[in-house]
């Protein structure tokens, strides 16, 4: 690579990491990951679970209560573990 088209790239890299650092506050995380671990488990429990529902639809925040709801009413043991992760 040419010296030139090298320190082009190191800049573009460097003003990318920058600008993607952001600083969550903890509660704010906690909440993305529990979004993201109800939408993994309304996909993964959906066929015993959730199969009156859309198949694609998406899980926001308030839709928590409901999905720890039917894991816990439909599911099997391993549906019941999930729940109760989620309602930590």
């Given at each position: 690579?040419?010296?030139?088209l090298n320190?082009?790239?190191?800049?573009?890299?460097?003003?990318?990491?920058?600008?993607?650092?952001?600083r969550?506050e903890?509660?704010?995380?906690r909440?993305m990951?529990?979004i993201?671990?109800?939408?993994?488990a309304?996909?993964?429990f959906?066929?015993?679970?959730?199969?009156?529902?859309?198949?694609g639809y998406?899980?926001?925040?308030d839709d928590?209560p409901?999905v720890?709801?039917?894991?816990?009413k439909?599911?099997?043991?391993?549906?019941?573990e999930?729940?109760a992760?989620?309602c930590?």
């Amino acid at each position: 690579m040419s010296p030139a088209l090298n320190k082009h790239l190191s800049r573009i890299g460097r003003k990318g990491g920058l600008r993607s650092r952001r600083r969550l506050e903890s509660e704010t995380a906690r909440g993305m990951v529990r979004i993201r671990e109800a939408r993994r488990a309304y996909r993964r429990f959906y066929a015993t679970c959730f199969w009156f529902r859309d198949p694609g639809y998406l899980v926001t925040a308030d839709d928590i209560p409901w999905v720890v709801d039917g894991l816990q009413k439909y599911g099997n043991r391993e549906a019941w573990e999930t729940a109760a992760r989620l309602c930590r």
